[in-house]
């Protein structure tokens, strides 16, 4: 027997916080090596695309994978769980809201270890599928006084302003462009599918910390080089990863004359001794991919919570 989670399961499932517990206890066992992650791989047919990306969490005993797919305008996200002992499936999950919220875990989690501590104000460039998760999780781990968002189509600015104010009770104003809501944030969010640069390294204020979260092709990049120029540390989720996916480091490190040795992944910072900031002046950057053991730890919070409280629907499997 296996459970089916639905979206909106899994909304009741999976709050902010406990998704940024386990995306932090995910970093810990890629320190530990005790956690398996495969990068992406994806198919594109001249009518849609095809992504698939699987990791484990030994200690855990889960094992899972993710597959997506994109076309018309439409994706759609199933997560599957497996035990990592026995092999049995656990779980088949509708994973959109489920990757919206701990891609926001993780920036979450950097935004812990690498924002200055009195960091109080974010600067959030798009206003999309991810960049609600991505203001709720950095609520979560500062007090946040005030943000400034932009995105080019003025109505869904506005509307995003208003709605995720009542939700954070926190003050949120619509920025007149990109350059203005970097340059007003401690915590810079980029959020976005934009092939070129949305961020300059020029806006940003000493100390600043930026999570990029979107572009996650070759051909794809919100930072410039001045940017990555003026970042004293930059972090990724896994470098085999970002060999592939981050175009803001593929195409920018090599123009600025950066080796690939000088980026850390984020399992180092949160470790005793690991790569940090040196000073409240310091640029830092978490330039996000989204890998797959994040999903399976919190696929397998969601799992255990909905056998707790009875949730989900139960599906026969395999004959079983």
């Given amino acids: 027997m296996a459970l089916f989670l639905s979206e909106v399961d899994v909304q009741e499932l999976l709050p902010m916080d406990r998704a940024i517990e386990c995306v932090e206890a995910s970093f810990t066992a890629q320190h530990n090596r005790s956690a398996v992650n495969h990068p992406r791989q994806r198919i594109f047919l001249s009518h849609l695309s095809f992504h698939y990306m699987a990791g484990a969490l030994v200690e855990k005993e889960l094992v899972g994978m993710k597959v997506y797919t994109a076309g018309a305008g439409e994706v759609q996200f199933l997560v599957l769980l497996f035990d990592g002992d026995k092999g049995d499936l656990l779980a088949i999950i509708e994973a959109d809201h489920l990757g919206r919220i701990r891609t926001g875990a993780a920036s979450g989690v950097a935004t812990k270890y690498l924002a200055r501590k009195n960091a109080s104000r974010v600067g959030l460039v798009g206003t999309g599928r991810q960049a609600r998760t991505q203001l709720e999780a950095i609520a979560a781990v500062r007090k946040i006084e005030a943000a400034k968002v932009f995105s080019r189509d003025k109505d869904r600015r506005l509307e995003f302003c208003a709605s995720m104010m009542r939700r954070l009770n926190l003050r949120i104003d619509p920025a007149e462009s990109a350059e203005e809501a970097v340059r007003f944030g401690d915590i810079v969010v980029t959020a976005t599918s934009s092939r070129n640069p949305v961020v300059s390294g020029e806006w940003l204020q000493p100390g600043a910390h930026v999570n990029a979260i979107g572009a996650n092709m070759a051909n794809r990049r919100e ?73 399976v730890a919190v696929a397998g919070f969601a799992y255990r919570e909905a056998l707790r409280k009875g949730k989900g629907s139960v599906m026969r499997i395999w004959g079983k």
Avoid: Y
């Avoid at 940017?227 to 989720?237: K, Q």
């Avoid at 040795?261 to 830092?284: C, K, L, M, N």
């Fill in 223 to 295: 930072m410039d080089n001045a940017a990555l120029n003026r970042a004293r540390l930059i972090t990724v989720d896994a470098i085999d990863q970002a060999h592939d996916e981050a175009g803001d480091l593929i195409q920018g490190l090599p123009a600025i004359g950066r080796s690939w040795d000088t980026v850390a992944e984020f399992h180092e910072v949160i470790t005793p001794g690991g790569p940090r900031r040196d000073s409240d002046e310091d640029i830092t950057i978490f330039k996000s991919c989204g890998i797959a053991i994040w999903d």
